[in-house]
């Protein structure tokens, strides 16, 4: 008589114990599945910062490239400044130095010599103000360009007539009209010449290209 409830209970268990085990599974399969996802978006996540710290890094190196060349154009506006601030005003001077030869070609030889002690010495004053200022130019970084009997370069000679010679090699600087003066590099006043022709030609060289300067104007009235 007590065995009998007992096997009436035993399916009831058996049930209860197999849907158990059906909810452990089915919550087995949910949580898998929420850990799969989670595993994807951290995945997903991983590979946006990834690729955002290749921008960020991809900018900071292009930000440093730019001040860098920033720097660099800089420093070499400063250099140039140094070099060439007073280019302008030696061109001025150098039209002021021209004036003054011209004032003392224009005195007859007779003049010079037959003149008075007063005479003799306003020309001599006005000689040395002539030599005084082109020495203050030089100790400013200007130099005299004087290329009679050098190749023609058009980097620093302007050349302002030919002339026939067939023993004095074809490109030859022949005559300087007008002397040039160069600051650094740059050009302030390209020399006046008279160029050579018809002569045997000249190796070719090459040449330090350089910033021409502007046209004289006046230096091609005069001549």
């Given at each position: 008589?007590?065995?009998?409830?007992?096997?009436?209970r035993?399916?009831?268990?058996t049930?209860?114990e197999?849907?158990?085990?059906?909810?452990?599974?089915?919550?087995?399969?949910?949580?898998?599945?929420?850990?799969?996802h989670?595993?994807?978006?951290?995945?997903e996540?991983v590979?946006?910062?990834?690729?955002?710290?290749?921008?960020y890094?991809?900018?900071?190196?292009?930000?440093?490239?730019?001040?860098?060349?920033?720097?660099r154009?800089t420093?070499?506006d400063?250099?140039?400044a140094?070099?060439?601030?007073?280019?302008?005003?030696?061109?001025e001077?150098?039209?002021v130095?021209?004036?003054?030869?011209?004032?003392?070609?224009?005195?007859p030889?007779?003049a010079?010599?037959?003149?008075d002690?007063?005479?003799?010495?306003l020309i001599e004053?006005?000689e040395?103000?002539?030599?005084?200022?082109l020495?203050?130019?030089?100790?400013h970084?200007?130099?005299?360009?004087?290329?009679?009997?050098?190749?023609f370069?058009p980097?620093?000679h302007?050349a302002?007539?030919?002339?026939?010679?067939?023993d004095?090699?074809s490109g030859?600087?022949?005559?300087?009209?007008?002397?040039g003066?160069?600051?650094?590099?740059?050009?302030?006043?390209?020399?006046?010449?008279g160029?050579?022709?018809?002569?045997?030609?000249?190796?070719?060289?090459?040449?330090?290209?350089?910033?021409?300067?502007p046209?004289?104007?006046?230096?091609e009235?005069d001549?």
């Amino acid at each position: 008589m007590s065995e009998q409830p007992k096997d009436e209970r035993a399916p009831e268990q058996t049930a209860a114990e197999s849907e158990y085990a059906q909810t452990a599974a089915t919550g087995e399969a949910f949580q898998a599945e929420i850990d799969a996802h989670s595993q994807t978006a951290d995945y997903e996540a991983v590979v946006r910062l990834v690729k955002e710290n290749e921008e960020y890094k991809d900018r900071a190196l292009r930000l440093a490239a730019e001040m860098e060349n920033l720097r660099r154009r800089t420093a070499r506006d400063v250099q140039d400044a140094r070099a060439y601030a007073i280019a302008n005003f030696a061109r001025e001077m150098l039209q002021v130095s021209d004036n003054l030869t011209r004032a003392l070609d224009a005195i007859p030889a007779e003049a010079k010599e037959s003149g008075d002690a007063g005479f003799k010495a306003l020309i001599e004053g006005v000689e040395l103000t002539g030599r005084s200022m082109l020495s203050a130019l030089e100790r400013h970084g200007v130099k005299k360009l004087d290329p009679e009997g050098e190749k023609f370069d058009p980097n620093f000679h302007q050349a302002m007539f030919e002339v026939p010679n067939p023993d004095i090699a074809s490109g030859t600087v022949v005559q300087v009209v007008q002397t040039g003066f160069v600051i650094g590099d740059r050009v302030l006043r390209p020399a006046m010449v008279g160029v050579s022709k018809g002569g045997p030609k000249q190796v070719a060289e090459p040449s330090t290209p350089v910033e021409p300067g502007p046209p004289n104007e006046q230096a091609e009235k005069d001549a």
